[in-house]
Structures are given as C-alpha cells and as structure tokens.
C-alpha cells in the first residue's frame, strides 16, 4: 500500500487518482470513477468530487492508496 500525503484538509477522488498516477488523465480518471472501478474505504465509489481525508483508502487496478495528513 502506498501513502500520499495531502497539506490541505482533503483531496477530491479525482484529483487523487491523477495525482498518484493511477490515471494519465482527469478525463480517464472521471471515466473510471462513473465505470464502478475505484473503492474508497472498501466500497465503490462513483462520485468523482468524494471528498478523501486522512485515514481514508483508495483502492483502483489492484493499487491501494491511504491518504495521510502532511501538516506541516
């Protein structure tokens, strides 16, 4: 599993995915969210602008990812 820190209070779905480089794109990555492909904290999650918040995983093509805060 791999940790990604985020400075702000949260990150949203999309936004997380390009930014860990599980999508080469925001356009796949709304594509993959509306298909059903990506779970957050266990469950499927089609809602491109979920909210993600220290503590919460990510799972999409057999990759996790826990998002940790970075305050400092």
Excluded: F, H
């Amino acid at each position: 599993m791999e940790a990604i820190a985020i400075k702000t209070e949260y990150i949203k779905l999309d936004a997380l995915l390009k930014y860990a480089a599980l999508t080469a794109s925001g356009g796949e990555a709304k594509a993959v969210i509306a298909e059903g492909l990506v779970r957050v904290n266990g469950e499927v999650c089609t809602m491109r602008g979920k909210k993600l918040r220290a503590g919460d995983r990510v799972e999409y093509d057999g990759q996790s990812i826990l998002i940790e805060s970075d305050e400092s």
